[in-house]
């Protein structure tokens, strides 16, 4: 059963939120109670496969004691099944809120195009057809995401860090360097990122504008061509930017693990920490490194999308 469109309010005049996170709250509201205590519950449950997986070896494993493996292995898949129906029902109700906003604003965006038709220029009914068809969806996206995403995110890397810093604060402290540039290098990357996002977004209105124009000289051929290849310049420019950031974020992910098992290796030889802490460890910078991954993820949409938000406003 498919449940009915969130009802958003009206507010009573057609002026845009001042910001994106303003934007967030009109549509969604208080209705993000829900996907906001789903994620914190995410945080909470996120650190037990560590734990145990650390008993099972250490406690479980070492002694021979198989009744507590089997204990331990239930409780395990009892967490992962409460970790996977928890995320989950985030995730349907950050749909619920996106697809809720995307209608809303689809048909009040229609009203104000239709409202102001005729004193608009005619080549603007591209720019409309644009926002209303493509443009509003990564807005409307980016309400369900808005504030659940990053607590769960945060809360992950919280616990997860915290407990590797209470169990062995040496192995956490030496493999943590190599996640902490990744932190400084996101917003650097973005802003570069962002001004691409930009132009490139006044290049496709333009684009969508001057269509209607094409077959009407070789000037307006000329000028369509000259567009489509800036447009490609522009998008070649934002590849390489990129996937050059994600290279480089990939590489450090890649050498925390190595860390873990050369250090944590050598405190188990010298008798000064346990195997199962080593093996929890590594499946913990994996967790580490994921909510940083998804983190910078989502700052890069937040920044795109406040983007998109602003122009769309300035239409408007």
């Known amino acids: 059963m498919i449940p009915d469109h969130k009802k958003i309010e009206k507010t009573g ?24 205590s789903l994620a914190l519950a995410i945080a909470a449950l996120s650190i037990a496969p560590l734990e145990l997986q650390r008993r099972i070896i250490d406690d479980g494993i070492k002694t021979g004691d198989v009744e507590l493996i089997y204990w331990l292995g239930g409780l395990y898949l009892a967490v992962i099944i409460l970790h996977g129906l928890a995320k989950l ?40 057809v644009s926002i209303i068809r493509a443009e509003i969806e990564q807005v409307g996206n ?24 209470y169990v062995e604060p040496l192995i956490a ?12 290098f996101a917003p650097i990357l973005q802003r570069k990122l962002n001004a691409l996002v930009e132009e490139r977004i006044g290049y496709l209105r333009e ?5 209607p124009d094409y077959p009407d000289s070789d000037e307006a051929r000329g000028d369509f061509r000259k567009l489509t290849s800036v ?33 944590g290796g050598i405190m188990v030889i010298q008798d000064q920490t346990e195997i199962g802490i080593v093996v929890a460890f590594i499946s913990g910078f994996s967790k580490l490194s994921d909510p940083i991954r998804e983190l910078i993820t989502y700052y890069r949409d937040a920044a795109q999308t406040a983007v998109k938000h602003q122009m769309i406003a300035d239409w408007m």
């Not at 005049?13 to 906001?36: E, H, N, Y």
């Not at 809120?97 to 009914?125: F, G, M, V």
């Not at 369900?144 to 995110?153: M, W």
């Open 89 to 128: 029902l985030m995730q349907l109700f950050q749909g619920w809120l996106a697809e809720s906003t995307i209608l809303y604003c689809r048909r009040h965006l229609a009203k104000l195009h239709d409202k102001h038709h005729e004193t608009r220029r005619i080549e603007e009914n591209g720019t409309a």
């Open 142 to 165: 980016f309400v369900g995401i808005g504030l659940s995403e990053p607590i769960a995110q945060m809360g992950i890397l919280v616990t997860v860090l915290g407990y590797m810093l």
């Open 207 to 211: 684009l969508t504008e001057n269509v």
């Open 231 to 263: 447009i490609y310049r522009n998008q070649m420019v934002f590849f390489i930017w990129k996937f050059s950031g994600k290279a480089a974020i990939n590489f450090m992910n890649a050498v925390a693990p190595i860390s873990v098992l050369v250090i």
């Open 173 to 184: 402290l030496c493999s943590a360097i190599f996640l902490v540039p990744q932190i400084l």
């Open 13 to 36: 005049d057609d002026r845009p939120a001042k910001s994106l996170f303003g934007f967030v709250w009109r549509m969604s509201g208080w209705s993000q109670i829900w996907p906001v």
